[in-house]
Each structure stands twice: as C-alpha cells, then as structure tokens.
Nanobody
Framework: QVRLVESGGGLVQAGGSLRLSCAAS????????MGWFRQAPGKAREFVAA????????YYKDSVKGRITISRDNAKNTVYLQMNNLKPEDTAVYYC??????????????????WGQGTQVTVSS
C-alpha cells in the first residue's frame, strides 16, 4: 500500500516561494502518474498540477501556469511542487495524490486513489 507524505508548507508573504515535497513509501512512484491538488477553506478540492510517470509531460491549472512547476525524482521516490510568486489566493491545504491505473484524466480528484495528509500553505498579503 502506497503511503504519501507531504512537507514544505508554511507561511510566506505574497511574491514569495515555497517548494513542496511528496515522499512515498510502500510503493514505487516511478510506475505511476502523480498529481497535486489543493483545498481552501469552504471550497472544493481543486486540481493544481500533474506529471506522468517519466516526468516527460506535465499538466497545470490555468491560473498557476508560469508560477508553479511540478517535477519528480523517481530515484528518491519523491514528487515536488515548486511555487513562485505566490498570491493570497494560493492559500490552501496542498495534497499530493497517486493517479489510479484505471484513470482516464488528470484533473478530477476521483481519478486518484492514494492521497497524502496535506500540508498547509498560507500566503499573506
């Protein structure tokens, strides 16, 4: 059973940067496509970014393109989310997730079957 643990969240001022990490245990991430989602208070969980198993193709929510980069190091069994020029509207709990082998898309949370516990990102104005 794959276990995912996020880290790297925190409090940052608008315009600042954070790098989130998602470390896996109990499974080899290199076999799977991975995604990052976020959930702000009172809002639904939303897609942020995804990356295929090899790292060769990535997908992003339109509003984060150019500011957020997803990457992975399969040798370290870890997926990253580099977030630059952060805005107050980026404030949320960020979750990494493993895409189900039966999935047909990348943006729907229902396409992912294992989730981390989340890490809080707070951006002050």
């Amino acid at each position: 059973q794959v276990r995912l643990v996020e880290s790297g969240g925190g409090l940052v001022q608008a315009g600042g940067s954070l790098r989130l990490s998602c470390a896996a245990s109990g499974g080899t991430l290199s076999n799977y496509n991975m995604g990052w989602f976020r959930q702000a208070p009172g809002k639904a969980r939303e897609f942020v970014a995804a990356i295929i198993w090899s790292g060769a193709i990535t997908y992003y929510k339109d509003s984060v393109k150019g500011r957020i980069t997803i990457s992975r190091d399969n040798a370290k069994n870890t997926v990253y989310l580099q977030m630059n020029n952060l805005k107050p509207e980026d404030t949320a709990v960020y979750y990494c997730a493993k895409q189900s082998i039966h999935a047909s898309g990348y943006t729907d949370a229902a396409e992912y079957d294992y989730w981390g516990q989340g890490t809080q990102v707070t951006v002050s104005s």
